[in-house]
């Protein structure tokens, strides 16, 4: 069953602990990205890569690191530097970082930093 | 940067009404897509447009792109409880550095009363 699958689903964290949320694709595609939802707002890139060992920031990369060393993993760190962690995070893939891809999205992860 | 504006942020129908949502960006784009989100999912693909005054359809949904590419819409004719959920656009700014990156707009929230 091919698919997106992040981890938790919901997460609770004390306020200025790191924490790392998964993201693991099936569908061997060579793009992956990070959006941050929060409520009455559209989907906010934060990074994005296209492919293994590389990526780039988004438009709200800032208290956020990443890293690709595998074709199947995109893992996002929201660090203690980040002034409002609190949101749903949903990870997405596509065959490739051409624009004109459809974009396959994860359950989501919803944090609570307290 | 660019920006894509989505009207209106909230809409209630009865059973059976049509809807309509639009999206506006501020730079001509090279794409458009459309995603649906149903309450507590995450966001499902529906379409990409990508040709100036293209017009696509799936049943009842209707699809249109601007003739310059800078707008789109969404119309549901003879709305059902199942079309409930939030309807997002998505483009790629044309000729931009931003390979691959989409901009979502804040999506429109649509509930169905029986």
């Known amino acids: 069953d091919g698919g997106i699958t992040q981890s938790p689903k919901y997460l609770f964290r004390k306020e200025g602990q790191n924490v790392t949320l998964s993201c693991e694709q099936n569908l061997n595609h060579d793009a992956m990205y990070w959006y941050r939802q929060d409520p009455g707002q559209g989907l906010r890139l934060i990074y994005y890569s296209q492919i293994v060992n590389d990526f780039q920031k988004g438009d709200i990369a800032e208290g956020y690191s990443v890293s690709r060393e595998k074709k199947e993993s995109f893992p996002l760190t929201v660090t203690s530097a980040q002034k409002n962690p609190t949101a749903f995070y949903l990870c997405a893939s596509s065959r490739s970082g051409n624009y004109n891809n459809e974009q396959f999205f994860g359950p989501g992860t919803r944090l609570t930093v307290l | 940067g660019q920006q894509v504006m989505q009207i209106p942020q909230y809409q209630h129908v009865q059973e059976g009404e049509d809807f309509t949502t639009y999206c506006n960006s501020s730079t001509t784009l090279s794409n458009i897509q459309w995603y649906k989100q149903r309450p507590g999912g995450h966001p499902v693909f529906l379409i990409q447009?990508?040709?100036?005054?293209e017009v696509k359809k799936q049943k009842r949904l209707t699809f249109q792109f601007g003739e310059a590419k800078k707008n789109s819409s969404l119309h549901i004719t003879a709305t059902q409880t199942t079309d409930v959920g939030t309807y997002f656009c998505?483009?790629?700014?044309?000729?931009?550095?931003?390979?691959?990156?989409?901009?979502f707009g804040q999506g429109t929230i649509l509930t169905v009363h029986p």
């Open positions: 447009l990508v040709k100036s005054g």
């Open positions: 998505a483009g790629t700014n044309a000729g931009g550095t931003s390979y691959g990156k989409l901009t």
